[in-house]
């Protein structure tokens, strides 16, 4: 996670496997991990893209201020 000069915070996570097939459903999820990242996006507040090359890559922005652990 980085965080982005007036743009909130960006998780990227990608792998270098087979990829997801085209197109993704994250609005009606069929696997565990498509609906781990959707509720991701929902609880940030978020953007999500996807990115098809070699694997799969997941980018996820949010303005959402992470929570201070006190």
Do not use: W
């Amino acid at each position: 996670m980085t965080a982005e000069p007036n743009q909130g915070y960006k998780l990227t996570v990608y792998d270098h496997g087979v990829g997801i097939p085209d197109p993704v459903r994250l609005r009606n999820p069929r696997s565990p991990g498509l609906s781990l990242v959707r509720g991701l996006v929902e609880q940030l507040g978020g953007t999500s893209g996807t990115e098809r090359a070699v694997g799969t890559r997941f980018v996820i922005q949010s303005n959402a201020e992470p929570e201070s652990k006190a």
